[in-house]
């Protein structure tokens, strides 16, 4: 069975330690601790990292690592993100500025973001729709980046393992892209 490791980030509150918890095949381990910081509105929040596990198909066994949320713990991001083949960027739409927010994150991940498959989760959009996946979409291609942008309710199972599908589509789209490239130069069909 491979391994695969998927990083889950994004801003306090996003649901990250949820959506781990809502498609972990093991009991999740947190690192959470009664919340001190009163411009969060949460009870609890992640001092450390996240961690489940998931098995798709008998076949990949994809290690799940959440981030702390809070910058104060973005010395700890590129240590979970380390090898990482995925990056699931949850943004919380009932925030202030829920594109500043992915910002943040964009910014923080750049280098990893040249080789690591990537989607987009924008949570409570039935409640707070704008800005529409459009604007997320639009953010991502000023910045030259071109990643599936995808309503999420963390809470369901089955829409965060959307989520990781997409992760897994990307990476078998690049390895068989791999293996044509390189199929293509052991047969010198790339030259003209």
Same mark, same amino acid.
């Given at each position: 069975?491979?391994?695969?490791?998927?990083?889950?980030?994004?801003?306090?509150?996003?649901?990250?330690?949820?959506?781990? =918890? =809502?498609?972990?095949? @093991?009991?999740?381990?947190?690192?959470?601790?009664?919340?001190?910081?009163?411009?969060?509105?949460?009870?609890?929040?992640?001092?450390?990292?996240?961690?489940?596990?998931?098995?798709?198909?008998?076949?990949?066994?994809?290690?799940?690592?959440?981030?702390?949320?809070?910058?104060?713990?973005?010395?700890?991001?590129?240590?979970?993100?380390?090898?990482?083949?995925?990056?699931?960027?949850?943004?919380?739409?009932?925030?202030?500025?829920?594109?500043?927010?992915?910002?943040?994150?964009?910014?923080?991940?750049?280098?990893?973001?040249?080789?690591?498959?990537? @989607?987009?989760?924008?949570?409570?959009?039935?409640?707070?729709?704008?800005?529409?996946?459009?604007?997320?979409?639009?953010?991502?291609?000023?910045?030259?980046?071109?990643?599936?942008?995808?309503?999420?309710?963390?809470?369901?199972?089955?829409?965060?393992?959307?989520?990781?599908?997409?992760?897994?589509?990307?990476?078998?789209?690049?390895?068989?892209?791999?293996?044509?490239?390189?199929?293509?130069?052991?047969?010198?069909?790339?030259?003209?």
């Amino acid at each position: 069975m491979r391994d695969c490791k998927i990083v889950f980030t994004g801003t306090p509150g996003a649901g990250k330690t949820t959506a781990i =918890a =809502a498609i972990s095949d @093991v009991p999740p381990v947190v690192t959470d601790v009664p919340n001190r910081d009163p411009s969060l509105a949460k009870a609890r929040t992640t001092v450390g990292m996240d961690y489940g596990e998931v098995v798709i198909a008998d076949l990949v066994r994809v290690r799940l690592f959440g981030t702390p949320g809070q910058t104060r713990f973005d010395f700890l991001w590129p240590i979970l993100a380390h090898k990482a083949m995925g990056l699931i960027i949850l943004v919380d739409n009932s925030r202030p500025d829920p594109l500043a927010d992915l910002r943040i994150y964009l910014d923080a991940f750049a280098e990893q973001l040249e080789h690591t498959a990537c @989607v987009i989760g924008i949570g409570r959009t039935e409640a707070h729709p704008e800005p529409g996946l459009q604007a997320f979409g639009d953010e991502l291609a000023r910045r030259g980046r071109v990643f599936p942008v995808l309503p999420v309710d963390v809470r369901e199972r089955d829409e965060v393992l959307m989520l990781l599908d997409c992760i897994l589509a990307q990476l078998e789209a690049r390895n068989r892209a791999g293996r044509g490239l390189a199929l293509m130069r052991r047969t010198g069909r790339h030259e003209r």
